[in-house]
């Protein structure tokens, strides 16, 4: 799999500034049509964070470039309950039967900053084409595996229900620069994709050097590799990295290939595919995580592309 650089799609140019928005955090793709992607994103008035979207048109002219962008803005709202007031986000959809889901992190401030909590959230459409919360509550919430948070989800259809892989804060460490968060991956299976059952031990065992993993992605049909955010100790940012599966199909070991991994600087993947034409898009942030938009990549696995590298980073 190899990825064609697209575009970089701006907050300037998705018309934040307009709405005295900014951010286009945690992009989130999904096909609509051949070549159109929704890219849902959490934007900000001032310091809370809602749910708003984009269709981006691709063509194949002289490579893909974005073609039209519609923003809507609001669709998903921070909630009144205390586990998603402060803000949410968007982070993996899926169709499930005649229902689209949007898997959302609510996110709750702490007592004291940077401390806070996330939980995963569930909205779907109603009749009317609006995307409202499906539980008043998370679908995945804390507990004694996960005590911190359980947050950046992304799942698929997996043995005629949904596997989730998400990201479990597990500890806070006081530093010499404030408090930091340590992550793992975790793992959980459903019937209908609202009621989860976690498994008991992570699904990517964290080796010597890494603090954390954040925002898996399943990459490609196979579904043995995915793509995620590694973070190294003593590192105030993340980078992109690859683990395949082992022969127990429920855990990962981090691979040292950088072979499905664009050449850039960025992080906090996700993905969508269009199987009929083969081919997917990755959304990453760059290391500022939005603040300036985010970039999209193309795989079509039928052309012989080769993956450019954009000016800007």
Not at 46 to 60: E, F, K, M
Not at 73 to 100: F, H, K, L, M, Q
Not at 289 to 313: H, I, K, N, Q, W
Request: proline letters at 5%.
């Amino acid at each position: 799999m190899t990825w064609n650089y697209l575009a970089k799609v701006s907050c300037f140019d998705i018309g934040l500034l307009e709405h005295s928005l900014n951010w286009a955090q945690l992009p989130t793709p999904t096909m609509i049509a051949d070549d159109v992607v929704r890219v849902y994103f959490a934007t900000r008035a001032g310091n809370t964070p809602q749910i708003a979207s984009i269709d981006v048109g691709l063509s194949s002219r002289k490579g893909a470039t974005v073609i039209s962008k519609t923003l809507k803005t609001c669709i998903v709202a921070p909630g009144t309950s205390s586990w998603n007031i402060d803000g949410v986000y968007p982070s993996s959809v899926i169709e499930a039967g005649e229902r689209i889901n949007l898997y959302t992190i609510g996110w709750q401030r702490g007592d004291v900053d940077p401390l806070y909590a996330a939980r995963i959230g569930l909205a779907t459409f109603d009749c009317n084409g609006q995307l409202v919360e499906v539980l008043s509550q998370p679908v995945l919430n804390l507990c004694a595996k996960d005590p911190f948070l359980v947050t950046s989800p992304t799942v698929r259809k997996f043995n005629g229900g949904f596997e989730m892989l998400y990201t479990s804060g597990d500890s806070w460490r006081v530093g010499p620069n404030g408090a930091d968060s340590t992550y793992q991956i975790r793992r959980a299976v459903s019937h209908d994709g609202i009621g989860w059952e976690k498994d008991t031990d992570y699904a990517i065992k964290r080796p010597a050097g890494i603090q954390g993993f954040a925002r898996p992605c399943f990459l490609g049909d196979s579904h043995d590799r995915i793509m995620l955010s590694v973070r190294l100790e003593g590192k105030s940012t993340y980078q992109l990295g690859i683990a395949e599966r082992t022969n127990s199909k429920t855990s990962y070991v981090l691979s040292t290939s950088t072979d499905y991994l664009p050449p850039v600087g960025c992080a906090y993947p996700a993905m969508a595919y269009n199987h009929e034409r083969n081919n997917a898009v990755l959304v990453v942030n760059d290391h500022d995580r939005g603040l300036s938009g985010f970039y999209m990549f193309e795989s079509r696995r039928r052309c012989a592309v080769t993956c450019s590298r954009p000016s800007t980073f």
